[in-house]
């Protein structure tokens, strides 16, 4: 994600909150050893796994690049990776206003959940996974095919998947959404 990135890059362009200049080096070599197990995106059938989501507008927004690499008859987790191979990786690094960047959408790493407000802005066929945004527990946004996971700080509910469908399963159930086990 965006805190793992900003280490493995090495460079400014990549730097967001979190960022201790102290364990830089130690953690550049560490991901730079183990680079290979790293990825923007992960697709089972049609099920995508990214950070923080990927915006249709943002992925519309990088159409010339993918054309230029001849992409555009892969799939879509084929294109992320090959694209992040490429001169324009950094493109990834686009954060919105919603995160304090200067883009109207970010990129799979940076990507808002408040930046989703429409069904047209997710991708009818592909079920997203994605964590970014601490939420309460997982849940679906309304009338959208995005689940945001990102809830450790609350509860440890996770969520799992059998025959094809998303479930939930909390490990603790006596904690309650705020943190705090119950009397």
């Keep these: 994600g965006n805190h793992d990135i900003q280490y493995l890059k090495g460079s400014p362009l990549w730097r967001c909150s979190g960022y201790r200049e102290r364990y830089a080096a130690v953690q550049y070599r560490i991901f730079k050893d183990n680079e290979k197990l790293f990825k923007y995106v992960h697709r089972i059938d049609n099920y995508l796994f990214t950070n923080a989501g ?9 159409e010339p690049l993918r054309k230029e690499f001849n992409l555009t008859e892969l799939s879509v987790d084929e294109q992320l990776h090959l694209l992040a191979s490429t001169r324009y990786e950094e493109v990834f690094s686009d954060c919105s206003y919603h995160r304090g960047g200067r883009y109207p959408f ?6 808002d959940l408040k930046e989703f407000s429409r069904p047209d802005q997710t991708f009818e066929d592909l079920i997203q996974i994605v964590g970014h945004n601490i939420v309460g527990k997982p849940f679906k946004k309304h009338n959208m095919n995005i689940w945001y996971t990102d809830c450790l700080d609350t509860v440890a509910e996770f969520l799992y998947i059998e025959d ?8 603790k159930p006596e904690v309650t959404e705020l943190g705090r086990r119950k009397k």
Excluded: D, M
């Design 164 to 171: 094809n469908e998303i479930k939930t399963f909390q490990i």
């Design 54 to 62: 990927l915006h249709k507008e943002w992925w519309n927004s990088t």
């Design 106 to 111: 970010g990129s799979p790493l940076w990507c």
